[in-house]
């Protein structure tokens, strides 16, 4: 695929990037100041190194350094010094946050045979930091509740709430049951919790081979995909209520935090859960009776795929040590001149599961080369416009821990001063992949355009636009090949970004390459210098692409004379958002009537087995029509805000309008937050932006509008009509200030 790409573009477009010339406007600068900025971003873009990446991975994988390790620390100091060695001002925050660790695990088959799980992930000769047992963190689930329980085993998919509605359909009840779910098509915690909703007692997680095992490809150490006893571990805290420490939502874990106890913590799962390796888990499997299970649920092993329940008997025990750990996230700042009450933020976490070569280090080692860069032009006597802070997270794995506690505490000073944050994670061989705000869709592109990637030499952004043809639907090909900018996908939540975007109303952008970086290893002792150095980005140039893309983004951003947001992308977006709800709504109806149809007809089956009783499924409200004319209104107001805006905005920036310009810079902070409202989304006050929220029955996956979207598909139809009139009056807040921004550009007061 990758040599088809790349000799695709090479020969059939015979396009290479050059520099941009100085009379190509660049988004953001006046005319005067664009050569300057050109000169000073070819400058950067030569600085970031992958030799120094690949030793800094080195460094940082090679030992285990989850929250709490003493390698965490050690780093988190390693990190501090580079900065300072770099010419950053730069400190370590510290904050104490509830992050439990496993005291004992057992997973074992009593019934009808026995098998005991190993649990273990197996040390490999080939792979000098496998073996590393004495500082690994065991395979668990971080924030599973603590429990011995033994029942029926019950396979449920995904274990996602459609997959229940499925049983419910063949009479298979999950109550006082122990369910083995597959990891992929939600994100991890969200399958305790829907377990435990409807029901069952403990819950099992495993790595299916057909989707990141040898169905993909040769396992490790031969190839890239998970081997037999790779363990996927992870958080289950039900972060779509909040992330960060289960004991302070809303305020900085900082020492003398007020905090909940951990009873009265409630993102920690009701049920006990643990991952297992498919090694473990096809014993499990193969004593399950009952149905077959359907087509779609089944997986690559050598098996029959049953439901259960039973006879297949499980006893499950987890027990934590409890105890506060302490995170130290490593800020480090350089002073704006003009206007250093502006801040940009940048970030990539620094504690990983085990080894974490990929997630995290592979992003915080292009992360470090942008400071180390930064830092050498500031040397040499470039200085920002904009104060820049750039942040080694800490405690991202358990549950965003680091910048979540770090965001809170500062908050009114985000809230104030914070133009944007742009953030990384992993990073791999492959395309440019974007999401972020809406309003930074335009700024991104015209970034993209202006690095090159690796493998072809065409830019990132022809690059990514060509994946996009070759691998898109039919809609996503014609937008591709059609639309100005490629567009960039909204955030849900799974990194740092989320208390920028959805706690603090702060512009944010995910930056990562990747796409032709298969494996099997997230989370487990296999992600580490062995395996990034033979199966990844072997060469580091990637890293570098990374460090360009996000160097040059942060750049911009800090000495742009006009902030480079634009909002003729987001009034489009938030068009295709309701455009989509309304379809949705229409959908929903039609399920609703279909399913009331059937149940009239009597097609549901009810449980054979009287002990075990499913309530037969009821007939459910016919969905009302919902009014969007609020939302339509609002849009059209934003629609018309944002065209006078970008006319305003074109003018300004070619006459060169330094007053104007300063005063609508200091509004433009504002932008993003205007999106939010103070109460927050129904039942979780936390997440307060009105268009982007991690789904409360998907977890990572964004919903868009989430407000009127889950009160829909929960079949909350009064609900969505109020959420409607919110997000109508937020969307009317954009359009008025926006609207104000362009009066002023175009010389108004
Ligand atoms: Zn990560």
């Known amino acids: 695929m990758r040599t088809l790409l790349s000799s695709l573009l090479i020969s059939a477009t015979g396009f290479v990037l050059a520099p941009s010339p100085a009379d190509v406007p660049l988004r953001g600068f006046f005319p005067q100041s664009v050569q300057a900025e050109r000169d000073l971003e070819a400058r950067f873009k030569t600085m970031p190194e992958p030799d120094r990446m690949r030793e800094s991975m080195r460094r940082l994988s090679a030992r285990p350094h989850h929250v709490g390790s003493a390698y965490d620390k050690d780093n988190a100091g390693w990190i501090l010094n580079q900065f300072k060695s770099y010419g950053w001002d730069a400190h370590i925050e510290n904050f104490d946050v509830l992050f439990p660790t496993p005291v004992e695990r057992v997973v074992e088959l009593v019934a009808p045979t026995t098998f005991k799980a190993s649990l273990q992930e197996t040390a490999l000769p080939e792979d000098p930091t496998s073996s590393q047992q004495s500082e690994q963190l065991p395979s668990y689930n971080a924030y599973s509740i603590d429990g011995d329980v033994t029942g029926p085993l019950v396979f449920v998919n995904y274990g996602v709430p459609a997959d229940y509605e499925e049983l419910e359909q063949r009479g298979i009840s999950v109550k006082g049951a122990i369910v083995i779910a597959k990891y992929g098509g939600s994100w991890r915690g969200i399958k305790p919790k829907v377990a435990a909703e409807h029901g069952a007692i403990g819950c099992l997680i495993y790595s299916d081979p057909r989707d990141d095992g040898y169905a993909g490809g040769d396992v490790f150490p031969k190839g890239p995909m998970r081997p037999a006893q790779g363990v996927q571990r992870g958080s289950v805290a039900d972060m779509p209520v909040y992330p960060g420490d289960p004991l302070t939502p809303g305020v900085g874990a900082t020492k003398d935090a007020k905090r909940l106890t ?392 070619s006459e060169g309008r330094t007053a104007a310009a300063k005063s609508v810079n200091e509004r433009l902070v504002q932008a993003e937050r205007a999106l939010t409202s103070t109460e927050g989304l129904k039942n979780r006050p936390w997440y307060v932006h009105m268009l982007y929220a991690p789904g409360f029955y998907t977890g990572y996956g964004v919903k868009t509008i989430p407000g009127v979207r889950e009160a829909i598909e929960q079949g909350e139809w009064q609900d969505a009509d109020r959420e409607i009139a919110r997000v109508a009056a937020a969307v009317e807040r954009e359009a008025s200030l926006i609207g104000g921004l362009a009066t002023t550009l175009a010389g108004g007061s």
Do not use: C
């Open 262 to 653: 951990v009873a009265q913590a409630a993102t920690i799962t009701k049920i006990p859960v643990l991952p297992i390796s498919y090694g473990d888990a096809q014993p499990l499997l193969t004593a399950l009776g009952g149905p077959i299970a359907p087509a779609a649920w089944r997986g690559g092993l050598p098996i029959t795929y049953r439901l259960g329940a039973g006879p297949a008997k499980v006893h499950l025990r987890v027990k934590s040590d409890w105890s506060l750990k302490t995170l130290y996230d490593v800020i480090a700042r350089l002073p704006g001149t003009t206007e250093p009450d502006q801040w940009i933020v940048r970030g990539n976490h620094h504690d990983a599961w085990v080894n974490g070569a990929e997630d995290p280090i592979s992003g915080l080692v292009a992360e470090l080369e942008e400071a180390r860069a930064l830092g050498a032009l500031y040397k040499q006597g470039w200085r920002p416009k904009r104060t820049i802070i750039y942040a080694a997270w800490d405690g991202e794995e358990p549950g965003l821990l680091g910048s979540t506690e770090w965001a809170e505490t500062h908050a009114d000073e985000l809230k104030a001063h914070a133009v944007a944050y742009v953030n990384s994670d992993g990073n791999g061989r492959g395309f440019l992949d974007v999401s972020g705000s809406h309003s930074l869709e335009k700024f991104i592109n015209g970034v993209a355009m202006d690095v090159e990637d690796p493998e072809s030499g065409v830019s990132a952004w022809k690059r990514a636009q060509a994946a996009k043809i070759l691998t898109g639907s039919t809609d996503v090909r014609r937008e591709a090949r059609d639309r100005e900018d490629l567009r960039i996908g909204a955030l849900g939540s799974g990194s740092d970004y989320s208390s920028f975007i959805d706690h603090l109303g702060v512009a944010s952008l995910n930056l990562g390459y990747g796409g032709e970086d298969e494996g099997g290893i997230y989370h487990s002792i296999y992600d580490d210098f062995y395996w990034y150095t033979h199966f990844s980005d072997t060469s580091f140039v990637y890293g570098r692409a990374l460090a360009q893309t996000a160097g040059v983004a942060v750049l911009r951003l800090a000495n742009a004379d006009l902030l480079p947001f634009a909002f003729t992308n987001l009034a489009e977006t938030i068009q295709t958002y309701v455009k989509d709800l309304q379809s949705l709504r229409d959908r929903r109806a039609e399920q609703i009537t279909e399913r009331n149809r059937q149940i009239e007809d009597g097609l549901f089956k009810v449980a054979s087995d009287p002990r075990d009783p499913v309530t037969a499924p009821q007939r459910q409200q016919v969905a009302p029509q919902l009014n969007f004319a609020p939302l339509l209104n609002a849009l059209d107001s934003l629609n018309h805000s944002a065209s006078r805006y970008d006319k305003a905005y074109t003018r300004a920036v």
